[in-house]
């Protein structure tokens, strides 16, 4: 069954003229939703803690930060823009005694109100609007009169008003610009973490680490390891973009072509294909979602650990170097 999608004709601005909307978080995501919905005319106010540079940040945008319970308090969508893994205890602590009857309770990622760590009180309808972007791509391709493709999802019981304010919304930070797909909070939640462990962050990563060590390990240079397997893969998945695989494979040569169709059923094997499918099962059934909660009870010593692990790795040391000699790459450094 083909997707339903959004566009500006379906969203109507004006619903959200008698609203405050309470953007909780000034980061990513935060800074960007918020200030495209003043551009577009809506009431804003922000709840960033005070000490850090998102707090300064959020005050040179104009905007008078409000500590959390007061921005909740005052605002009738609530959004929280928090990371995901304190979402939980914030909501908890500051947030649920302060909504009030007919508020909307927002998120852009529906892990913590799918995994139950989020419970909306009686009478507060939930609502999901995921841009499947970056923050800084969200400002930025609004700013330009664009805007990033995004995600509808509305929680259980909730009223046909809160799904057109929920497009309202959309409509503000540019989304309906670029289409904004109806989904559930189970499905985005599912998708997303599947997107992320498995090609987008996790697969490519592990894929590429490995192949750059094989090529070192087998005495190769490793300048030329970092280019063969890490930076060309920006080239190709522009064309991804652009064209799908087809237009990759129409790109490169028949050589590379005909090395993609016999070789990479190899890499990416039965074996492979059935890890993925266990992965799934584990995001469906809440183990991994489990697994994380723990951890960050525990204080992430784990992921902490592999975190200054990786950042230690030798393609990170070869890449830092060769990126800092080509001067039109706006090279970053954590
Ligand atoms: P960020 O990490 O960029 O921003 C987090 C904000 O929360 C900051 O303003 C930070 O303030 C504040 N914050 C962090 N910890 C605490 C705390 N313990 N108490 C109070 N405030 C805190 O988050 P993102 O924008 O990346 O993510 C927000 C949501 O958007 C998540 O649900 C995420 O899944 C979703 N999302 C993110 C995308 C992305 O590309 N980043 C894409 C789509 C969805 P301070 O500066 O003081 O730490
Ligand atoms: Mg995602």
Same mark, same amino acid.
């Given at each position: 069954?083909a997707?339903?999608?959004?566009?500006?004709?379906?969203?109507?601005?004006?619903?959200?003229?008698?609203?405050?909307?309470?953007?909780?978080?000034?980061?990513s995501?935060?800074?960007?939703q918020?200030?495209?919905?003043?551009?577009?005319?809506?009431?804003?106010?922000?709840g960033?803690?005070?000490?850090g540079?998102?707090?300064?940040?959020?005050?040179s945008?104009?905007?008078?930060?409000?500590?959390?319970?007061?921005?909740?308090k005052?605002?009738?969508?609530?959004?929280?823009?928090?990371?995901?893994?304190?979402?939980?205890?914030?909501?908890?602590?500051?947030?649920?005694?302060?909504?009030?009857?007919g508020?909307?309770?927002?998120c852009?990622?529906?892990?913590? %109100?799918?995994?139950? !760590? /989020?419970?909306a009180?009686? +009478? $507060?309808?939930? *609502?999901?609007? @995921?841009?499947?972007?970056?923050?800084?791509?969200?400002?930025?391709?609004?700013?330009?009169?664009?805007?990033?493709?995004?995600?509808?999802?509305?929680?259980?019981?909730?009223?046909?008003?809160?799904?057109?304010l929920?497009?309202?919304?959309?409509?503000?930070?540019?989304?309906?610009?670029?289409?904004?797909?109806?989904?559930?909070?189970?499905?985005?939640?599912?998708?997303? %973490?599947?997107g992320? !462990? /498995?090609?987008?962050?996790? +697969? $490519?990563?592990? *894929?590429?680490? @490995?192949?750059?060590?094989?090529?070192?390990?087998?005495?190769?240079?490793?300048?030329?390891a970092?280019?063969?397997?890490?930076?060309?893969?920006?080239?190709?998945?522009?064309?991804?973009?652009?064209?799908?695989?087809?237009?990759?494979r129409?790109?490169?040569?028949?050589?590379?072509?005909?090395?993609?169709?016999?070789?990479?059923p190899?890499i990416?094997?039965?074996?492979?294909r059935?890890?993925?499918?266990?992965?799934?099962?584990?995001?469906?059934?809440?183990?991994?979602?489990?697994?994380?909660?723990?951890e960050?009870?525990?204080?992430?010593?784990?992921?902490?650990?592999?975190?200054?692990?990786?950042?230690?790795?030798?393609?990170e040391?070869v890449?830092?170097r060769?990126r800092s000699?080509m001067?039109?790459?706006?090279?970053?450094?954590?």
């Amino acid at each position: 069954m083909a997707a339903t999608i959004y566009y500006d004709n379906d969203a109507d601005l004006s619903l959200l003229k008698n609203k405050t909307v309470a953007i909780l978080g000034y980061g990513s995501q935060g800074h960007a939703q918020a200030q495209n919905l003043r551009d577009s005319g809506c009431n804003v106010i922000v709840g960033q803690r005070p000490g850090g540079e998102n707090y300064d940040l959020a005050i040179s945008h104009g905007f008078e930060p409000l500590p959390i319970d007061e921005a909740t308090k005052r605002g009738d969508l609530i959004n929280i823009l928090l990371p995901d893994e304190v979402q939980g205890d914030i909501f908890k602590k500051h947030i649920l005694e302060h909504l009030s009857e007919g508020n909307i309770l927002m998120c852009s990622h529906g892990f913590n %109100l799918h995994f139950g !760590q /989020v419970e909306a009180p009686r +009478g $507060v309808d939930t *609502l999901l609007v @995921a841009p499947k972007g970056p923050g800084h791509l969200v400002r930025s391709e609004f700013e330009k009169g664009g805007g990033v493709p995004s995600l509808i999802a509305v929680g259980e019981g909730a009223s046909e008003e809160t799904k057109q304010l929920g497009l309202a919304y959309a409509k503000g930070i540019g989304g309906t610009r670029g289409g904004v797909i109806e989904t559930t909070i189970a499905e985005e939640t599912e998708t997303d %973490l599947f997107g992320e !462990q /498995v090609v987008l962050c996790g +697969g $490519v990563s592990e *894929l590429v680490k @490995a192949a750059f060590e094989t090529l070192v390990d087998a005495g190769y240079q490793p300048e030329m390891a970092y280019f063969e397997c890490l930076h060309e893969l920006k080239l190709i998945v522009d064309l991804f973009y652009q064209g799908g695989l087809s237009y990759m494979r129409y790109s490169v040569s028949n050589t590379a072509e005909y090395g993609d169709y016999s070789r990479g059923p190899r890499i990416i094997n039965d074996d492979t294909r059935k890890e993925m499918k266990k992965i799934l099962t584990e995001i469906q059934n809440g183990q991994f979602a489990r697994e994380w909660i723990l951890e960050n009870r525990a204080g992430a010593p784990a992921f902490k650990a592999i975190r200054r692990r990786d950042r230690s790795l030798q393609i990170e040391d070869v890449g830092r170097r060769l990126r800092s000699l080509m001067s039109w790459i706006d090279s970053k450094e954590v």
